[in-house]
């Protein structure tokens, strides 16, 4: 795998858009054809090269391309969107739209990411070793799309309204959660292993929620219906187990009907 190495050199006046920075965009090109690819700032159109000192070259794919990204990357969107395969490694806070849409590779990001992270995500995994803000893994505003693949890690606290319209895919949450989560999902796993606020599982009709600490409150929608024993990640305990929200039309499948469901610890 070839790499290629980007440090950051000049802080963009606004916020600087750079949707280039995928693997798909960098395959086949030598250093100086990737410090001239399009970025934005507003209605700008700037140079790569014009923010970031570039080193190293491309895979001849995306699947052989690694790219390292160095600096405070809080101004910077829409690393690694849409992309296909490869890695990327941010080593530094990244703004809003982290691997949105991506639908293959890895992306770690060592340190914070903004809103929008894994957006409408297809496959792929992003793990980000720091906090997440809101809507972490869903759907596009406007859109009813949310992530539908691949897998989202975060090692500290993520914000509100994560996994919203979400179908498939998995989000794991190392530490606290804000308010709205999977709301609307038709699938999916969502681990939190912190705490919770409220409203968890709101319209959702299929799917699975994990918390291991405490909920503080509980959607009138679901209902208890039993205490199961868990194994999650080598974790063992008893969770009590609540399906909804009821309040929500449910298909049915061999005669079953199917129920979102939101499972919380309650001995380890």
Do not use: C
């Amino acid at each position: 795998m070839e790499t290629v190495t980007l440090t950051m050199k000049k802080q963009p006046d606004l916020y600087l858009e750079a949707d280039n920075i995928t693997p798909d965009a960098f395959a086949g090109k030598k250093a100086e054809e990737i410090a001239d690819l399009h970025v934005y700032v507003g209605r700008e159109q700037h140079r790569l090269g014009d923010f970031f000192e570039v080193s190293g070259k491309a895979g001849s794919t995306p699947e052989t391309t690694k790219i390292v990204v160095n600096g405070d990357l809080s101004r910077v969107k829409y690393i690694g969107m849409k992309m296909t395969g490869g890695e990327i490694v941010v080593n530094g806070n990244a703004d809003m739209y982290v691997g949105a849409w991506m639908q293959g590779g890895r992306i770690t990001v060592n340190g914070n990411v903004d809103a929008f992270a894994g957006t409408g995500m297809k496959g792929g995994e992003l793990v980000i070793n720091g906090n997440a803000g809101n809507y972490l893994g869903a759907a596009y505003r406007g859109d009813w799309r949310g992530m539908s693949g691949g897998k989202i890690i975060v090692a500290g606290n993520a914000g509100s309204d994560i996994g919203t319209f979400m179908t498939g895919g998995e989000i794991t949450i190392g530490g606290d959660v804000d308010v709205h989560v999977a709301t609307h999902a038709e699938g999916g796993r969502i681990v939190i292993k912190g705490n919770a606020k409220s409203r968890l599982g709101g319209q959702m009709v299929e799917g699975e929620i994990y918390v291991f600490g405490t909920i503080d409150v509980m959607m009138p929608g679901f209902a208890y219906r039993q205490d199961v024993d868990i194994d999650m990640d080598g974790i063992k305990g008893r969770f009590a187990l609540y399906e909804g929200d009821l309040g929500e039309r449910h298909r049915k499948r061999k005669g079953q009907m199917i129920y979102g469901k939101i499972y919380q610890r309650i001995e380890a």
